[in-house]
C-alpha cells in the first residue's frame, strides 16, 4: 500500500516513525499524528461500519465530531470500545481495532441489513416482533440486542490510576484557536487569573490547519508565539487534550483532562485522566464552529470527507486524503481547501459549487462547476467517482476524495447547558448560542466571526472586556494583518440535495437518512424532540455533532416551517464523552467510602476479631477462639460467658454527643419526647427522640454529667444524623437557648462490661465505689481509674440486660483500659464479645434497635408509649403523634416470636400469618425483625412487628418466609425472653 | 392502519409513503367528558383506558409541550412489581400483569423485556429486609428469589466481588422485571387513544382552572377556554403548580432526577442490576447504550438538570459496583423532575372540588406504573370509587396518620 | 442548584459540603393545633421560582443556613445563619 504522506508539509515529526496495529496489521505513522491521520496516510479508507446497516465508514472528520472512524484502542484492562481515531493521538505500539463488524471489516455479513432497508425505516420496531408475545424476549430481542452496540467492553480491570482537581480562575477560556488564544493574551496581560483548556493536544485549534500568514509568519508558528507568550504568564494555565464537557450551576465548569491517553507506556504515578471542576468569574467559549456536512446520496462513502478535515489532514499532517479530489461547497471555504490541495501537487478534478455566482478570487486550474449539486458518490467502499447535476445535466466525475462543506454551525454546546435555547440566524444559517448568557461570552467562529484576523480581534475584544468586567485594566492589541485569509461568508444552508438515487445519510453513525425524517414527520413525529426519539438522529456517541442541524433543516423543509420554529433538541453534558473512570476519581473499589474505625479496633484486631461492615465503621462481629469452627459456636459462647459471667465489648462506635449550656436541659426536653428537663446530676436515663411526624428516629442513653452538662449516646447507624437533627434544632428552631452542641464519638473509647461479675472486674479499674448502694442501676458520672493514672466517664446502664457498666476513657487510652479489664476479669472468666453476640443479647431483653425502630413505627408500637409525656408543652412530634391513624387500632406492635418446635430455626424477613390463614397478602399479619439463636431459650427466637401484637401473646402463628421455602409453626410471646422483672441488673 | 410485520412488509414495497400519523392533530373542542392536563405517559394511559375499558372517548389530554416530553421521555425505562407494602404491591403487580400484555393490547412494540430486576446486598441487615420485601411479593403471588453470592457470581461475574469495600452477599431477583423502550410506551397509548376518538392536544397548556359553584366547570389554555365535566390532573413534576390552580396545597415537592446513557458497547449486562451499597442502577437499552441513574440531586428544582457532584456521586458507585466500566464513557446526563411525596407513595384520589380528580406524588417510581396508573385513574374517573389495588392511594393519608412509607423516611421527600 | 453555596462564615463552598432538609418554614407553636401542624409538617407550595430552604454546612462550620434559591434557575440569592433569618 503506497503512502498517502506528501514529501513535505504538516506539523508531524518526520523522523520520529512510530509502529502501531489496525485489524492486527502493522502498520506506520510519525509522531504528531492522530491515529486518523496515520490511518490515511498507509491509505487505510475503511475504519469502521455503521450502526444499522453495517454500511462501509471511513474517516469524516479530523476533530471531537467524528461519528464513523472509531475503533477499540488498546487491550485488557486498558481496551477503549469508541474510540474517536481522529482523537486519539498515535503512539508507539498503540493497537486499534474495528468495530461492529462480523467476521472482518471487509466482509461484514452485518451488511446485509442495507439490502432489507425498505423494510428497516425509521421506527420499523415499533410496528413488528409483536406476535407471538412471547418470542419477544425470546427471539427478536435476543437477535436485536446481539446486533446492537459498537464496540466490544473488557471485563477486566483498569490498571490505571485518576483524579480530580478543583481550580478557580477569572476567566476559563474554552478553546484555544485564534479567539481563544488572543482573549488569554488580552486578559492574560492585563493580570487575571486565565485558564485557558483545549481538547487538542497542542493549542492553536485551526491555526494548526492554516496556510494563511499572520503577522509575516506561518499561521502554526504565529500560534505557537501566542502559546508562548500565554505560558511565560505566570497567572495563566494552559491545558491542553482538557475537554471541557459541561456547564453546571454557578459558573462551575466540568473538564476531562486525558493525562496519559498518548503515551506507550503510562506512568504509574501519574493519573490516566483528571477530573477537573473550574470554577470561573467569566467564560469565553472560543470553541470554533463544525463544518456541516452536505446531504446527498452515499455522503457516507468512504473517500467523502468534510472539506475542513481534508485541509487539516492535508496542512497538519502532510497527507493527501485522496489521489483526486472533488469538492462540493455551498461557501467560500471550499476554495481554501482548493488552493491548499492545488498548491501540494494533489489533482483536484472539480469544484462543485452550489451557487451560481463565481467566486470572484478563485484562481486555481480546477474546473469550477457553478451552481452545481453532487447527487451521488459511489463506490461502496471505497469513494470511486460523484455524480454532478447542473444546468439539468448530470456528469460522473471519477475521484477517490470528496471533500464537502454544508456552511459551518458555531459550537454552542456549553453555552446551553444551563437551560438557555439557541437562536436561529437566518443571516447566519445557523443557530447561535442564547443571548443575555450570565458570565459566559462567545467569539470567533463560535460567535458566528468568520476569518482569521476577525477570529484574532473578536478573541482579544472579547478577552479585554471580560476582566474589565472584573476590573483589570484591559486593552485589545492590535491585530495582526493576515495574509491569504479566505473568509467564508455564509451562505443559504443546503439541507438537500434532489435527484439522489440512494440513501442521503444525515446521521452518519445511527444511519438515519432523509427519508427517515420524512416519514417521522408523514406519522406525526414531526416535533424534533420526536423526530429524535423515533428515528435516533443525534443519539449516537457523536450526539448529532454533525447531523442535528440537517436534521432541523430537513424537519424545517418537510413541515413548511423555517428551522427556527423547528428548534433544537436539548444541548445537554457531556460535550464529549467522558470515561466512568474520570467521573469516578479514585472512589471505587476499597476506597469507594471511607473506613471508621473505632479506637479498639487493632486491640480487636490483635484478638482475632471478626471485623463486619456496620455503615462506615468496621466493628468485632465475633472472637473466635481455637477450635471454634464455626461463627456460632464462638457466638454461642460469648453470648452464654456475658450471661453467666462477665464479657467486655467495644461501644465506641456510637454516637456520643456532649450538650452543654444552662438550657441543655430544657433543650434534651424539648428533642426527647420523654421527660429530662429534670433528670438528676449522676443519672442516666433511656431517651427516645422522634421526628416531627410522630415516628420515633432513634434511642439511646443520656446521662447529666453535671448541672449544665449531658452526654447523650446515639444509635452508631444514626448518630451522624442525629448530631445534624439536633443541630438543627439549636440553630434553626430554638436560637434562644443557652447550649451548645459538641460531637464526640472519636474523643471516647467506650466499653461495655456486662455480666453477673461485672462489678468484681471493674471494682479493680474503678478507684470510686461502685457498689450496688453508692452506684446503682442507671447512675452515671466520672471516675478515677487504675490509681488516679486515668478519669473516666461510667455510666451503669445495660443493654445485655445483664449487671453492667460502660465506662468511656479518652480514646487512646481505650486499648490499655481493656487489657487492664481483661486482665483483672481473667480470674472471672471474662471473654471479649462482638456485635452477633450484642445482638442475640438484646434480642433475648427484647431492646429494640434500627431493625425495630423501621420509620414507621411510633412508641406505642414499641411498648414505649408510657415514655411519651403528656406534660410536656411542646417536643419534636409531639403534634402530629396525635393523628388517628398513629392511635388506630390494627397498628403492627412490637411482640416476641418462638417457634413451636425448639428444633426449628426461622430468620428475620420471615412474614407472620395467622395459623391457618391462606397465604395472601391480605392475611400479613407482620414480620420478624430480628432473629437469632437465644443459648438462653434453647431454640430459634425473634422480636416481630405483628397486628396489634401486644394483645396476640400466645397466639399460635406461621412463620412465613416462602422466599426460602421455610414455613415455621410459632408463638406469639412478650418481646423479652430472659429475666422479665429485670432482677440481673440491679443488685 | 393496524400495525404487523405484514403491513412492515407492504408499506416498505410501497417506499413507504402509505403510513398514516400514529395520531390526528385535533382543534380543541369547546368541550368534552373528561379532560386530562398532562400528555405524558400516565395522562396518555388514563385517556386509553377511559376509552377502551370504560367507554369514555369523549376525552382530551391536554399536553403544554409534545406527548412524552416530561418523565416517561426521560427515566431509566425500568419495570418491576418488587414493593414491600400491601397498599402499594398489589398495584405495582397489575401494572406489571398489564405491561405483560400491553403490545398486544395497544398494538404498538413498547419492546416490554423481561430480563430481570436484580437487587444486590451487602450485609446482613440488607439480606433481612430484601428477605421480609420478597416475602411480601411472595404472598401476593409475585416471583421473588433470594440469590447467595455464588448464584449472583454465576450471573453477573463481572462484578467487584474481590476489591469491594461491601462485599456483595447476594441478590433479590424479580426476573419479571425487565424495561421497556419509555418514548413508544406514551405513543402506544397515544396512538391507541386517539384511534378511540381521543383528542390528544398538543402545544396547548393550561393556564388556569375555572370553576362555578364549587365545580370544574373548565380549563384556561394557550389555546383558549375549554370546558369539561370532569378534570384529571396528571401532571407529575408539576402537579403543584397546577394544583394551585385550584387553589390547592400538595404533600409533595418537585426534585430533579438524573440519569444518564453510555455509548453503545455489544452486549454487556443482561437484566437490571441495583447497587446495595450506593445509590446506582443500570441495564443495557437494545441499542447497546448502558442506561444508569442514581439518587435524586436533593433539592427542590424544576430545571431539568442536575449537578456535576452527584453525577460523579453516581457514577462511583457505578464503577465501585462494576470494575469493568473504568474505561466506557459516559454519553450524555439529562434531569427529569419528580414529584416528590411526603412518604414516597403516589396519590391517585378525588380531591376537595367534587369533579376534579389527582394522579401525583409519583417520587422516581412512576414509569413502571404507567399502565395501573392509567387504569386506576380511568377507573376512579368513570366510577367514581378508587379501583381496589390504589385505593390505599388516598390525598387524606397524611392527614389521617396513614401513610405508605416503604423507606420509613417521614415527611422529608428528597430522603424517599 | 447550585454547584456553590456562599456560606456566611465559611464563603463559597461547594454543593457536596451541605445537607439540605426542605422547606425554611416557621415552626408552628405547640397548641396551634392539629391543621396548622399537618400543613406545617406535610404541604408545600413548592413554587417554580424564588424558595427558601434549610441547608446544613455538613462538612464546613456546621451551621444550619436559610438558603434562599429559585428553584427555576438554581440561582443563590442568599444564605444566611439559621439563628439569625428565621422564618
Known sequence: ??????????????????????????????????????????????????????????????????????????????????????????????????????????????????????????????????????????????????????????????????????????????????????????????????????????????????????????????????????????????????????????????????????????????????????????????????????????????????????????????????????????????????????????????????????????????????????????????????????????????????????????????????????????????????????????????????????????????????????????????????????????????????????????????????????????????????????????????????????????????????????????????????????????????????????????WAKARGATFVETGLWYRPAWFPQPGETHWRTSVDREVRNVRANVGLCDMSTLGKIEICGSDAAAFLDRVYCNPFLKLPVGKARYGLMLREDGMVYDDGTTSRIAEDRFFMTTTTAYAAGVMNHLEFCSQALWPELDMRLASATDQWAQLAVAGPKARAVLSQIVDDDISDAAFPFLAAGEVSLCGSALRGRLFRISFSGELAYELAVPAGFGPAIADAIMAAGEAHGICAYGAEALAVLRIEKGHVTHNEINGTVVPSDLGLGRMVSAKKPDFIGRAMLAREGLQAPGRAQLVGVVPLDKADAFRSGAHILAAGAETTLENDQGYITSSCFSPHVGSSIGLALVRNGAARHGEEIVIWNGLRGEITRGRLCAPVFVDPEGGRLHG | MRYSALSVFLNGLKGNKSWQPAWRDPQPKPHYDVIIVGGGGHGLATAYYLAKEFGSTNVAVLEKGYIGSGNVGRNTTIIRSNYLLPGNNPFYELSMKLWEGLEQDFNFNAMVSQRGVLNLFHSDAQRDAYTRRGNAMRLHGVDADLLDRSQVKAMLPFLDYDNSRFPIQGGLIQRRGGTVRHDAVAWGYARGADSRGVDIIQNCEVTGIRRENGRVTGVETSRGFIGCDRLALAAAGNSSRVAAMAEMRLPIESHVLQAFVSEAIKPFIDGVVTFGAGHFYVSQSDKGGLVFGGDIDGYNSYAQRGNLATVEHVVEAGKAMIPALSRLRVLRSWGGIMDMSMDGSPIIDRTHIDNLYLNAGWCYGGFKATPASGFCFAHLIAKGTPQQTASAFRLDRFARGYMLDEKGQGAQPNLH | MASLITCPHCGARPKEEFTVKSAALPRPSADA???????????????????????????????????????????????????????
Not at chain 1, 128 to 141: D, R, S
Not at chain 1, 175 to 197: F, K, M, N, T, Y
Request: charged content about 20%.
Open chain 3, 33 to 87: 393545633g392539629e391543621a396548622v401542624w399537618f400543613d406545617h409538617v406535610y404541604l408545600r407550595d413548592n413554587p417554580r421560582g424564588a424558595y427558601e430552604e434549610y441547608w446544613h454546612h455538613t462538612s464546613g462550620c456546621r451551621r444550619w443556613l436559610v438558603v434562599s434559591r429559585n428553584t427555576a434557575t438554581h440561582e443563590v440569592a442568599d444564605a444566611r445563619d439559621a439563628s439569625e433569618a428565621r422564618p
Open chain 1, 1 to 602: 500500500m503506497t503512502s498517502y504522506r506528501l514529501p513535505t508539509g504538516g506539523l508531524v515529526d518526520r523522523t520520529a516513525p512510530l509502529s502501531f496495529t489496525f485489524d492486527g496489521k502493522a502498520l506506520s505513522g510519525l509522531a504528531g499524528d492522530s491515529l486518523a491521520s496515520a490511518l490515511l496516510a498507509n491509505g487505510v479508507r475503511l475504519v469502521g461500519r455503521s450502526f444499522k446497516y453495517h454500511r462501509p465508514r471511513g474517516i469524516l472528520t479530523a476533530g471531537a465530531s467524528e461519528p464513523n472512524a472509531l475503533v477499540t484502542v488498546g487491550t485488557g484492562g486498558r481496551s477503549e470500545p469508541n474510540s474517536r481515531a481522529t482523537m486519539q493521538e498515535l503512539y508507539a505500539g498503540l493497537v486499534a481495532t474495528s468495530q461492529n463488524r462480523w467476521p472482518s471489516l471487509d466482509l461484514d455479513i452485518g451488511a446485509l441489513n442495507g439490502l432489507l432497508w425498505p423494510f428497516l425505516g425509521a421506527g420499523f420496531y415499533y410496528k413488528t416482533f409483536m406476535w407471538p408475545g412471547a418470542l419477544w424476549e425470546k427471539l427478536y430481542e435476543p437477535f436485536i440486542r446481539k446486533a446492537a452496540g459498537l464496540g466490544r467492553a473488557t471485563y477486566e480491570s483498569d490498571p490505571d490510576q485518576y483524579e480530580k482537581q478543583w481550580a478557580h480562575c477569572d476567566l476559563l477560556v474554552v478553546g484555544a484557536g485564534p479567539a481563544g488564544l488572543s482573549a488569554a493574551l488580552a486578559a492574560g496581560r492585563a493580570g487575571a487569573r486565565v485558564i485557558v483548556a483545549d481538547e487538542q493536544a497542542h493549542a492553536g485549534g485551526a491555526l494548526l490547519s492554516e496556510t494563511a500568514t499572520i503577522g509575516g509568519a506561518s499561521a502554526p508558528c504565529f500560534a505557537a508565539a501566542m502559546v508562548a507568550e500565554l505560558q511565560s504568564l505566570p497567572n495563566v494555565q494552559l491545558l491542553t487534550r482538557a475537554t471541557v464537557f459541561g456547564w453546571y450551576d454557578d459558573m462551575v465548569f466540568g473538564a476531562v483532562e486525558r493525562v496519559q491517553k498518548h503515551v506507550a507506556a503510562p506512568q504509574a504515578h501519574r493519573p490516566m485522566e483528571r477530573l477537573w471542576r473550574i470554577v470561573a468569574r467569566r467564560a469565553l467559549l472560543a470553541t470554533g464552529a463544525e463544518e456541516r456536512p452536505l446531504v446527498f446520496g452515499g455522503n457516507d462513502t468512504p473517500g467523502v470527507m468534510m472539506a475542513g478535515a481534508a485541509r487539516t489532514y492535508l496542512n497538519r499532517y502532510g497527507i493527501a486524503a485522496g489521489r483526486k479530489a472533488a469538492i462540493f461547497t455551498t461557501n467560500d471555504s471550499g476554495y481554501a481547501l482548493a488552493r491548499d490541495l492545488e498548491a501540494a501537487g494533489v489533482e483536484l478534478a472539480a469544484i462543485v459549487d452550489s451557487r451560481r455566482q463565481r467566486p470572484s478570487d478563485y484562481r486555481g486550474k480546477a474546473r469550477l462547476i457553478s451552481g452545481a449539486i453532487v447527487t451521488d458518490a459511489r463506490g461502496g467502499k471505497s469513494l470511486s467517482s460523484i455524480r454532478v447535476s447542473h444546468d439539468g445535466r448530470t456528469e460522473d466525475i471519477s475521484v477517490d476524495l470528496l471533500a464537502m462543506s454544508g456552511g459551518f454551525n458555531p459550537v454552542i454546546n456549553l453555552a446551553c447547558h444551563r437551560g438557555g435555547r439557541p437562536v436561529w440566524s437566518d443571516a447566519q444559517g445557523a443557530f447561535l448560542a442564547p443571548e443575555s448568557l450570565a458570565g459566559l461570552a462567545l467569539a470567533g467562529a463560535a460567535n458566528a466571526v468568520t476569518g482569521i484576523a476577525a477570529c484574532l480581534a473578536d478573541g482579544a475584544e472579547a478577552g479585554a472586556r471580560l476582566a474589565a468586567e472584573l476590573g483589570f485594566a484591559a486593552a485589545p492589541d492590535s491585530t495582526p494583518s493576515v495574509e491569504d485569509d479566505i473568509i467564508a461568508a455564509p451562505t443559504a444552508p443546503l439541507w438537500s440535495v434532489p435527484g439522489s438515487k440512494v440513501k442521503a445519510f444525515v446521521d452518519f453513525q445511527n444511519d438515519v437518512h432523509v427519508k427517515d425524517l420524512g416519514l417521522a414527520v408523514r406519522e406525526g413525529y414531526g416535533h424534533v424532540e420526536l423526530a429524535k426519539r423515533y428515528t435516533t438522529m443525534g443519539m449516537a456517541t457523536d450526539q448529532g455533532k454533525l447531523s442535528n442541524v440537517n436534521a432541523i433543516g430537513l424537519l424545517a423543509q418537510v413541515r413548511g416551517v423555517s428551522p427556527g420554529e423547528v428548534g433544537t433538541t436539548t444541548f445537554r453534558p457531556f460535550y464529549t464523552p467522558v470515561s466512568f473512570a474520570a467521573l469516578a476519581g479514585a472512589h471505587h473499589g476499597r476506597h469507594f467510602q471511607p473506613v471508621r474505625k473505632s479506637p479498639m479496633h487493632d
